[in-house]
């Protein structure tokens, strides 16, 4: 093919990267979450998604901004805290040809939204549910939130006194059909994890873990990142 | 015996009495669970097909088994339907509350009870009928554990003798109600037979009152209003349906889901439709907020409980202006409060249901007709203002039996207000999603899935801009909520205008809503025809107010507003509306004891404060 070497390169769709590109991040810089909106916007593109059938949905916290930051040709849902399930359900009855991908936090998820979640879980409907999981409340300046681990420390030294919740553990318990657990800062596995998760039928849970630089990256953190790379186990 | 206690009554001479034809309210004494709601609905449905207007309220425990529960038949020849203070024919059947229940009568009333109970010695003032149940179901229902249920028809029959209302019509009437199961059809029919052939040989006609024969109800029907709403929103277009089950709403959402499997199957013959029964209502707003933001047409159904969880949702919806349509079958709050009675309480917390400044669009039903052609009225609305829209409804209107004209089919189509569509947007080229284009606040929106480059937006309930930027700009914020306002505004004059019924110079008018319209025009005869005082009336059938309620206000020397609260909701709302100086001419009639609203309540407290 006679191509020059500036042509961007297309998808099936004749896409290319940039169609799959959202506002500039307002998050931190290093902030988790923004290198799991590029691996989205890598997964989209690769998977050839149009853009325009795809509907992001998200709670409230630093990770329910984040679908700001790609995907600009979708529609997208910043609704109320720790209720994007119930969102992204009625958007996903309404129009049967959506693809819902679902935005929230480990707050957002675990503990103002864990009954939304557990009730999405047992429903099994094409909804890609990712939490970016930092096991703190970033936009209130972080306290614990209900996946932080038990004796985990916050900056300020306090240690945590409650066991966390597994949200991966619990939605298997629930019979979800796809669940996965990954690493912000694992580029590769992220990016085909959520390939599979394009692919699947039915509603996907990723729990990533996503450190948060400002809040929960210290010592004593269990979801830093040094944490995450010492103790990662890619499969 | 039952002859007996008419011996005595007859010896004081109240046989004579004139008699009192199509003109009474018949109460059943029962405890809950006992099956007896069969045999006062073929009661009911029996003085209806004789052509006698007539209504049925069921006053019923929040229990399963074994409670004190009361139904009341009312008929009327003037076509008065609102529940009647007064018993005139009680049939007692619950031990538990048989001595209160007679004691309570005016006397001149009739008592048909159960023999065991002995209450014919409590009064010389009513006229008793005993009757021996348990040994009349014993020839009947040869089956003991079935006798419980037939008990309850028996008394069926031996009304239908004392009032004279024609058993061919109590066959009709119950072998409607148990349609295909002929078997138990025939079994209660027998009970009933058995009920008017003991009247027949063992007592004698010692009260006055007696159905005759009119011409009052052809054409109509009999509904109750959560059933006419159920099938209002499915003509209405609505195919999501998300609810959390709570007294008294829930019965609107399953008579929907027969409604919507009975006609929205589609050739493939798989649903075009989708309901969801969720987790709690905040899953079910956020459901419908999410369904109506994809472009479906989505509703719930709850009552004072749940409208308090979906609190934040509703100010997403006015916010982010995104169509939902709540039905509110309110009964008695604050907090559980008397689940199964009625109540028009939820009015203020509704108006302004959310924090930050949110107004909302409430409509307000009167009849099973209205609940149907307000279904269609709510979606409308929820689409053209993109805005979450309650209809307020109750449990009188929604769980008892009404009389009614049939429903039109809709002859407008639905509107389903400023959407762009792919074609719009190849023409225009792009779109502001909350700029005010057209001068009537309302902005276009897109659906999720509309394929164009530039369908997309942000949806949020943040701070936002035209453009549905994420916005903290204090003109950005204001600006948009000062097109909320004129938005609101607008509103004023699509939503349903109220009724207004005017007589030659009255001075007074009366302002009511909802389910209590029916007691009022009943009052205002009462109050015509003993006080000498001639009403107008206007009816609120939605908020924002129309125009025309600050004329009516203004064109009267006091207003009575009549509702069902403690703390005059409805006027505290027009009081916020209305000019400052035609806020004195408002006056209060607000009861809360949780039962339907009768007319001679209002009648006497109206006249009261006229100095009558």
Known sequence: MATTPSTPKTNRLGLAVLDYRGSKTTLCAGCGHNAISERIIDAMFEMGVQPERVAKLSGIGCSSKSPAYFMSRAHSFNSVHGRMPSVATGAVLANRSLMALGVSGDGDTASIGIGQFIHLMRRNLPIIYIIEDNGVYGLTKGQFSATADLGSTLKSGIANELPPIDTCELAISLGATFVGRSFSGDKK???SMLKAAIAHKGTVLLDVISPCVTFNDHEGSTKSYEYALDHEEPL | ??????????????????????????????????????????????????????????????????????????????????????????????????????????????????????????????????????????????????????????????????????????????????????????????????????????????????????????????????????????????????????????????????????????????????????????????????????????????????????????????????????????????????????????????????????????????????????????????????????????????????????????????????????EDLDKFGSFSRYKDVDGDAIGYRTLPGTQHRAAAYFTRGSGHNAEAQYSERAEDYEGNMERLRRKFDHARSLVPAPVIETVLDAEIGIIGFGSTHWALTESRDQLRDEHKLTTDYLRIRAYPFANE??????????????????????????????????????RSVARLDGLPLDARSVTDEIAAMEGK
């Open chain 1, 189 to 191: 596995q992220l990016h």
């Open chain 2, 1 to 422: 015996m039952a002859t007996t206690d008419v011996g005595l009554h007859d010896a004081a001479g109240r046989a004579a009495r004139v008699p009192v034809v199509n003109n009474m309210s018949i109460q059943v004494a029962t405890v809950n669970g006992s099956g007896s709601q069969s045999s006062n609905t073929v009661l009911l449905r029996s003085i209806f097909q004789m052509g006698v207007p007539v209504s049925g309220k069921n006053l019923f425990p929040s229990n399963i088994a074994g409670l004190p529960t009361w139904y009341t038949i009312r008929a009327n020849k003037d076509g008065y339907v609102a529940r009647k203070k007064e018993i005139d024919f009680l049939i007692a059947m619950n031990v538990e509350t048989a001595r209160d229940d007679v004691m309570s009568l005016d006397p001149g009333a009739a008592v048909l009870y159960d023999e065991p109970l002995k209450l014919g010695s409590l009064r010389n003032d009513l006229t008793f009928y005993s009757v021996p149940y348990d040994k009349l179901v014993a020839t009947v229902c040869p089956e003991a554990k079935l006798r419980k249920l037939v008990k309850n028809m028996i008394y069926v029959g031996v009304v239908a003798k004392l009032l004279d209302i024609e058993m061919g019509e109590i066959e009709k009437a119950l072998r409607k109600q148990f349609a295909k199961k002929v078997k138990a059809a025939n079994l209660n029919f027998a009970a009933a037979q058995a009920g008017f052939d003991y009247a027949s040989s063992s007592l004698t006609k010692a009260d006055p009152f007696r159905i005759e024969r009119m011409n009052k109800n052809v054409g109509k029907i009999i509904m109750d209003g959560n059933s006419a709403s159920a099938l209002g929103c499915v003509f209405a277009g609505c195919t999501v349906l998300s609810w959390y089950p709570i007294t008294p709403s829930s019965s609107l959402a399953e008579s929907m889901i027969e409604y919507l499997k009975r006609f929205r199957i589609g050739p493939d013959g798989k649903a075009t439709f989708a309901v969801v029964q969720a987790e709690d209502e905040l899953a079910a707003i956020g459901m419908v907020i999410g369904a109506g933001w994809a472009g479906a047409r989505a509703m719930t159904t709850t009552s004072g409980p749940g409208i308090s969880l979906m609190s934040e949702f509703a100010g997403l919806s006015y916010y982010a202006e995104i169509p939902a349509v709540v039905w509110d079958i309110q009964r008695v709050g604050p907090s559980t409060g008397l689940p199964t009675r009625t109540s028009q309480a939820d009015i203020l917390s509704t108006a302004f249901l959310s924090h930050g400044d949110t107004k909302h669009i409430m409509l307000f039903p009167s009849s099973p007709h209205e609940c149907f052609e307000m279904a269609m009225d709510a979606f409308n609305l929820a689409e053209k203002i993109q805005t979450i829209v309650f209809v307020m409804s109750d449990l009188d209107l929604g769980m008892n039996n009404w009389i009614s004209d049939p429903f039109p089919y809709p002859e407008k189509p639905i509107e389903r207000g400023k959407v762009l569509t792919k």
């Open chain 2, 549 to 586: 309620i600050s004329e009516f206000v203004r064109s009267h020397k006091r207003v009575y507003v009549v509702e069902q609260n403690r703390d005059a909701q409805m006027l505290a709302l027009l009081r916020l509306d209305l000019d400052g100086e035609l806020v004195p001419k408002l």
